[in-house]
């Protein structure tokens, strides 16, 4: 196949209208950092929409700071943007911002069963280059070795800010049940914002991952849900508005923590005064 023919077959490439305002966003830096992100015109710009949101509730809240966390760093090109982006928020919103970013270092680990998809991720892929990436990182902080083991100790190790963003790209499903027992239930609230923003990397791909609700990343969620009480997974619905449409639009969840003593503080800027019946035009003398 060509590559015009593949491109608009397999990719559905989209209007001009929309390539030519993306491709303004990318090369003007003086426009609105946020516009950027919604227009997926910067670097990993859905990290920068999940700390971004992160930030703002916590400001919302009275917070000064919060972690955000990758969850599956490989060569590091992703927590690098997380340094990137939280530079340009923390600068927006005042709200300081911990990295972290959980990785075994040495690529993937051997698969537990069919639900971490053997056809789709093989073992000892996406290795990271640790003094590299180390030499490379300005604040991130690297927890290494198994999430299985290194999740156990998580808080008590680092005593990090509220959690309010997470990418969850660890790909298996065990990867990411161990990674979700760090947000159990019952945990104490002050390691986490109430609503958190969470990215799910590998619930779309292509006809050859073929993700489902009953295997990888969806049947983690789905598995969390369903033995979690008080703490769910849901779908963000924001992006329904939009009349663009990027892939990781898709895939963001927030994670809701019901218990949460921070839960139900009103941080909507209704008033009493919202939605007062608008004053009778007055008609136009002819
Ligand atoms: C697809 S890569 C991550 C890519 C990265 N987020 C990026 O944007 O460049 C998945 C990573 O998850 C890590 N991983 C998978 N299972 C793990 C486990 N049980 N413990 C720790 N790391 C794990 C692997 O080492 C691998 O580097």
Redesign the pocket.
Known sequence: MNPITKAIALEMLPSSEILSTQDLLKRSQKSDYIVRLLWNALPYSHYGYGIYHAARLAKLLKLPAISVI?F????G??LVAMEEHAKVIQKLTKVKIQIYG???G????PPADYRDMPYRFAPGN?K?DIPKLRARLKKAKLVLG???DTAASFFETYKPAPIGFA?F????YS?TM?AFRLFADGLNDDFFLPRIQCYF?DIIGHEISSYNDFVGELAAIRDFNHASQHVKVAESRVFRKYAVNFEWYHQFYVMHRFTHKLYNTYISSAKPSSLALTKKKKKKKK
């Open positions: 990758e599956g760093v490989a060569g090109n992703g959980f990785d075994t040495q690529g993937m680990t996406y990271m198994d999430i299985k990418s790209d660890m790909d298996y990867s161990h990397d």
